[in-house]
């Protein structure tokens, strides 16, 4: 598949999501509840972000997609998180998991690997040492931060190395772990897709979105809102990674530090056209 038919397909999902304006339901930490909500809003979708036992099977009989992010993890917020991620796999409900942590000690590490054994076709994104902490053992992550870059992780992945496979090769250790997922993302400076034997890297974005806390959150919350309206995982993680990596550059190009740069994250998002994914994507598609 060519860049263009990327941007082509990112916009068709995009306007798609503004006609149907999916009601998002998102379990995450107590850091970025506010910040996503507006970023689902700007984006066009519908943000619920309610954590209650009591409320999860009305909200998974309405929701269009759920997001499940790890980041605060508490006792009846990880077990609401099961509960949520079962009931939606039972009705293949569009799931998002985002790992916050994993790979920053046993207790997170454990909470991410229990919850990708439930609701299979999820997408599941991370920093490069969170993907790692699940696929190839591999604990590095700093608090919430990656301990590793991108290309780092795609060493790991794929084995260091081994003879039988070149550097493109579809990641081992991703490999078992897509079995629980439709699409890994490897967020960094450089973005990776990987699905059933295939990745599109995406070079969108800015080092401003290092520079604030939430933008992976915010990330993976986007997904949700895409996967509701896609045909499967790995269009809709390609989709929203490239939004999100766009929208980034441009509210980067507005400001001078991190101070500003969410509230013109959301306004670059609220405002983002077909022409600027046309003119700013970024995409390498390898087929495997
Ligand atoms: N140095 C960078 N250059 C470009 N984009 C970046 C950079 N760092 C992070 N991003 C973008 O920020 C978002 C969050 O990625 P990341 O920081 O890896 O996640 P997390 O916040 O979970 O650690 C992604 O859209 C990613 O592309
Ligand atoms: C700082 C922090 N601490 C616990 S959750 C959280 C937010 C992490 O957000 P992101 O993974 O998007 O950087
Ligand atoms: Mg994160």
Redesign the pocket.
Known sequence: MHVHELAENTYRLFAALRDTRPLVHVVTNFVVMNQTANVLLALGASPMMSWAEDDAAYMSGVSDALCINTGTPVADRISVMKSLMSLAGDVEKPVVLDP?GAGAGPFRTDIARELCTLAPAKIIR??PSEICALAADHLSTKG???GISPEQARAILTGHGRPDRNADDLPSGATALLESASALVV???T?MVLGQGKMVKIAN???L??AVTG???M?SAICAAFYAVAENGFDAAIAS?AV??IA?ELAASRVTGPGFFLPHFIDSLYALREADIHQYLRAEVHSL
Do not use: A, P
């Open positions: 916050v991370g920093n919430v931060d990656s967020s960094g400076n973005d974005g800015s080092q979105m290092g933008t992976g959150c990330l990674v999100t990596g980034g």
